[in-house]
T-cell receptor, first 110, second 115 residues
Framework: GENVEQHPSTLSVQEGDSAVIKCTYS??????FPWYKQELGKRPQLIID?????GEKKDQRIAVTLNKTAKHFSLHITETQPEDSAVYFC?????????FGKGTRLHILP | GAGVSQTPSNKVTEKGKYVELRCDPI?????LYWYRQSLGQGPEFLIY????????DSGLPNDRFFAVRPEGSVSTLKIQRTERGDSAVYLC?????????????FGPGTRLTVT
């Protein structure tokens, strides 16, 4: 089955700097890669997703890239703000069973 | 419109007891999913319904866990003979496969504590 690895587990960046979270997946048939943001005690919220026929997608300060050959995908957050502090999960699926990474705790330092 | 709702928000039960957790998906969403999230981990897939039938229950950890969706809307996750290791947040999500086949929207979760 699918296995998703996520790095780093914790990331601290200065406010205004960029943050990058990287994930790898094992099932070459996976074709959908969502990213979720989860604040403490809250539900996971979908922030951006990418499908396997696209290499990059951007939405304001957030961008995702996908390298199908290497089975890597990454989340990029630019001009980080305090409200970006949260746990971010990458995920992969080829059907409806989403497999999540273990999460990255992002701290935005003042 | 209303999002996914789950009840109860918190449930404390004694080891060996039976519990039921309820999920109300977004109206019109045909697909419904259950996940379990332990502290410091990502959500772990349990079971997925398309309509009334369980399309994939490969994530259910053992036969103490069972889920139903009799009318294709509300779903109930049932756990028999609860164990302390079952303590986690149980998340439900729903998806409208007609308009966006893979976007899943999560409920607030039920925090289950087995003492």
């Amino acid at each position: 089955g699918e296995n998703v690895e996520q790095h780093p587990s914790t990331l601290s960046v200065q406010e205004g700097d960029s943050a990058v979270i990287k994930c790898t997946y094992s099932d070459s048939a996976s074709n959908y890669f969502p990213w979720y943001k989860q604040e403490l005690g809250k539900r996971p919220q979908l922030i951006i997703d990418i499908r396997s026929n696209v290499g990059e997608k951007k939405d304001q300060r957030i961008a995702v890239t996908l390298n199908k050959t290497a089975k890597h995908f990454s989340l990029h957050i630019t001009e980080t703000q305090p409200e970006d502090s949260a746990v971010y999960f990458c995920a992969a699926t080829r059907d409806d069973k989403i497999i999540f990474g273990k999460g990255t705790r992002l701290h935005i330092l003042p | 419109g209303a999002g996914v709702s789950q009840t109860p928000s918190n449930k404390v039960t004694e080891k060996g007891k039976y519990v039921e957790l309820r999920c109300d998906p977004i109206s019109g969403h045909t697909a419904l999913y259950w996940y379990r999230q332990s502290l410091g981990q990502g959500p772990e897939f349990l079971i997925y319904f398309q309509g009334t039938g369980a399309a994939d229950d490969s994530g259910l950890p053992n036969d103490r866990f069972f889920a139903v969706r009799p009318e294709g809307s509300v779903s109930t996750l049932k756990i028999q003979r609860t164990e302390r290791g079952d303590s986690a947040v149980y998340l439900c999500a729903s998806s409208d496969r007609a308009s966006g086949p893979y976007e899943q929207y999560f409920g607030p979760g039920t925090r289950l504590t087995v003492t």
